[in-house]
Each structure stands twice: as C-alpha cells, then as structure tokens.
C-alpha cells in the first residue's frame, strides 16, 4: 500500500526558512518521479517542484531561486527546503509519487509576522 508522510512544517517569519520531509513506501521510491504540491485555504491544489529520479529538480516559477528540492533513495525520502519564506507561500504542502491516486496528510506551513 502507497503511503506518503509528509513532515516538518510549521510557523516562520517572513525571509525564513523550513526544511519539508516526505517519507514514501509502498512503491520503488528510486525509480519514482517525487512531486511537491501544495494548497492554501479556498484555493485550488497547485505544483510545487518535482524531483526527479537521478535528482534533477524542477519548479513553479514562485519558488524558484527560493526552494530546493532533493531525496534520499536510501532513506525512501524527498525533502524541499524552503528559504525567504513568503507570505504567499503559507499552505498545507504534499508530497506524491507523480502520477499516484493517493495524497499524505500534509504538512503545514504558516508565514507569518
């Protein structure tokens, strides 16, 4: 059975930063596409970054230069550390293998002053 767990957000001040954790099983996480999506209150699901199996990274253009993402296929985990934390970056985060029917709890990441 596919499980994603999504860890590590929290409350930061604007130009801060947090390190989100996603644990995956259940599926070949190194042959797997990790994706980081997120969503805020009263809007829609959007893509974060995805994380490639040989690491290679992609990203919305909100969060380039900003975020980084990266794994550990040893450890069957995705990370996104997220730095100059905005405002508008407040949501609950996901991680998903791309392409699965099923979501993790998330994780909750509040900018704020």
């Known amino acids: 059975q596919v499980h994603f767990v999504e860890s590590g957000g929290g409350l930061v001040q604007p130009g801060g930063s947090l390190r989100l954790s996603c644990a995956g099983s259940g599926f070949s996480f190194s042959d797997a596409i990790m994706t980081w999506y997120r969503q805020a209150p009263g809007k829609a699901r959007e893509w974060v970054a995805t994380v490639a199996p040989g690491g290679a990274t992609f990203y919305v253009d909100a969060v380039k230069g900003r975020f980084t993402g990266s794994r550990d296929n040893v450890k069957n985990t995705t990370y996104l550390q997220m730095n100059s934390l905005k405002p508008e970056d407040s949501a609950m985060y996901y991680c998903?293998?791309?392409?699965?029917?099923?979501w993790g709890q998330g994780t909750q990441v509040t900018v704020s002053s």
């Open positions: 998903q293998e791309f392409g699965s029917a099923t």
